[in-house]
Structures are given as structure tokens and as C-alpha cells.
């Protein structure tokens, strides 16, 4: 009889523990791959890294991606699936796509949307969610500029900024600055250097300072600690009754039989 007890207070447990893994994969699911450098464009010919910041003892995280167009050269290339990172060096245009981390038990962030363009123009726009309240400037380069070690403050190109097809300013000094971000900001973002072209579309992602990416992940974490508590308590409550409904069962049949 205790062997059976013991038996079904096993199953129990095991049965919190998967909830308990269960509920994990929606706080990592408010995390973001890292991009290197940290932004959404590119021109060809750069290097970018895609770097997981998952924190997990227990599984093995690996960058995954999903491109826009599939040809047989893409479909040969991949990351590095044995390890949370993944550098493309160079990149190309065949690259663009959606990279996230993923584990073995299929648990993932969210993507962050690459854009690269074998044109002249980028927006430089941050990868991840931008923190509301703060200001942000967006930048429009040519491919002919330097982009890492770029005097911005030297440029002079007439160019356009807009959000969600809708143009939002005309600049000589090639930059666009959000004063004070807010909700209302996200949206698609393009721009256009004269005579240079356009560049690709990219989202823009805003989130207050008490719900950034992290602190969501604290404060979920916090719930979920709590919620598995009661339930593993509910479930050992429950293993007890079942057993002790076991045995008074066996008892009476024990005393049926005699």
C-alpha cells in the first residue's frame, strides 16, 4: 500500500514539474535576440551577430530564422544551431528575415526582423523595443558613407523620413528626432536620401519603463513562482487525498474478502 501511495504522489509531482517548465516558456517568450550592431538595416557586405541572452540551465538556446526569400544557397546557410549565437559575415540581401532563440523543447523569443539592401540608403533604427519617455533619433545613410565611424553631425543630405507610408519630415541633416517616445511612435519607419533612393521598412517597438523586456521578465517570473507554489501544493493536497481514498479502498476490500 505505501508503495502504491508513493506510486501516485510521484505522478503528482512530475505533473507540477511540467507545469512548472510549461510556464517558464511564456517569460522567455518576453525576451529578444541581441543584434550586433544594434540595429534593424544593413547595407550588404557587413557582419552581424545574433546573440541569445536566454538564461537557461536547463536547455540549450540556438538562434533560429525564417527568411523572406528562400533560394538554394539560403536554404544551405545556416547559424550555428548547436549554440546561442550566430554571425553572418558578410551579409546579403538573400539574408533579410525574421531571427529568434529557440530551445529544444520548441520554447522561443521574439523576433527581431532584419532588413538588407543591396541599394544605397539604410535607416539606422534600434532592434529591440525603445524605452517610452525617452528620445530617439533616427538617422538616414548612404551605402557610400562609412557606417562605423561615421561624423554624423557632418551630414547634409536632403532627406525624408515616414512612418506608416505617411511622410513625417523633410531634413537637410540627414536625422529625425522623436521627442519624448510614446505608444503612439510604433509603427513601420522607412526614409529616402535624394537622388540615393529609398531605404527598406522597419518597426519600431515602444515599451514603458516599468514594462521593459527585463522587468517583464522579473515581474512574470515573480507570478509564475507564486502560481507554482500553489499548484504543487494543490497537487501533493490532492496526491493525499487520492492515497488516502486508496487505501480506506483496499481496506474494505481486504475486510470484504476475509
Not at 505533473?15 to 529578444?32: G, K, M, P, V, W
Not at 554624423?152 to 519624448?180: C, R
Not at 519607419?189 to 522597419?202: A, F, M, T
Amino acid at each position: 500500500m505505501s508503495f502504491l501511495c508513493f506510486s501516485v504522489m510521484n505522478l503528482f509531482v512530475l505533473l507540477a514539474a511540467r507545469a512548472e517548465h510549461s510556464d517558464t516558456a511564456h517569460s522567455d517568450e518576453a525576451a529578444f535576440p541581441k543584434i550586433v550592431p544594434d540595429k534593424l538595416q544593413f547595407v550588404e557586405f557587413e557582419s552581424v551577430s545574433v546573440q541569445c541572452e536566454v538564461v537557461d540551465g536547463m536547455n540549450t538556446w540556438r538562434v533560429t530564422k525564417k527568411l523572406h526569400k528562400v533560394s538554394p544557397e539560403t536554404s544551405s546557410e545556416t547559424c550555428n544551431t548547436s549554440g546561442p549565437s550566430c554571425t553572418v559575415d558578410p551579409i546579403l540581401e538573400r539574408h533579410s528575415g525574421e531571427y529568434w532563440c529557440e530551445n529544444d523543447e520548441g520554447e522561443a523569443t521574439n523576433a527581431v526582423n532584419i532588413s538588407v539592401t543591396a541599394g544605397f540608403v539604410i535607416l539606422d533604427i534600434p532592434a529591440r523595443p525603445v524605452m517610452e519617455g525617452s528620445d530617439l533619433t533616427l538617422w538616414c545613410l548612404s551605402k557610400k558613407t562609412d557606417l562605423d565611424h561615421i561624423k554624423k553631425t557632418d551630414l547634409e543630405d536632403i532627406s525624408d523620413f515616414y512612418k506608416d507610408g505617411a511622410l513625417l519630415s523633410t531634413t537637410y541633416k540627414s536625422n529625425f528626432t522623436i521627442q519624448s517616445v510614446s505608444k503612439s511612435d510604433e509603427g513601420r519607419y522607412k526614409c529616402s536620401i535624394s537622388g540615393k533612393g529609398d531605404s527598406p521598412e522597419s518597426r519600431l517597438a515602444v515599451f514603458k519603463p516599468d514594462e521593459g523586456p527585463d522587468d517583464q521578465l522579473h515581474s512574470h517570473s515573480t507570478k509564475i513562482i507564486i502560481l507554482r507554489s500553489i499548484l504543487v501544493l494543490l497537487l501533493v493536497i490532492i496526491g493525499l487525498i487520492v492515497c488516502r481514498k486508496l487505501k480506506g479502498t483496499v481496506n474494505f476490500l481486504l475486510q470484504d474478502g476475509r
